[in-house]
């Protein structure tokens, strides 16, 4: 069974709570956590891979180097972001 999979989803997702942590002042919420994730992936190229069961773990590795300074750079300036102005407080939601 084949699955397509935008490896910077992982990789976000992997980072999210380390930078969140990290950053006091940001809501740890879960609707925040997703708006962080969300603005992350706006900011960075998608990268489409193939998933099979065993057989991706090298590749995502070899990914996972290449591009986990970007990752960091985009989920911090997602923090940045949310924190002065929180998806949770608007008065409309
Ligand atoms: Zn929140």
């Known amino acids: 069974m084949l ?16 930078i969140v942590t990290n950053n006091h ?20 190229p998608p990268r ?3 998933t099979q069961k065993g057989e991706t773990w090298t590749k995502v590795k070899a990914l996972e180097q290449q591009f986990y ?5 985009a989920v911090t ?3 940045t ?3 002065s102005r929180p ?4 008065p409309e939601e």
Do not use: K, S
């Open 3 to 18: 699955e397509l999979r935008n490896y910077m989803e992982t990789l976000v997702w992997q980072n999210v709570d380390e």
């Open 25 to 44: 002042g940001v809501c740890p919420c879960e609707h925040c956590r997703y708006d962080i994730v969300a603005l992350a992936l706006n900011f960075l």
């Open 48 to 50: 489409y891979i193939v």
């Open 69 to 73: 300074v970007d990752v960091v750079t």
């Open 77 to 79: 300036n997602a923090v």
């Open 81 to 83: 972001i949310v924190r």
């Open 87 to 90: 998806h949770h407080n608007r």
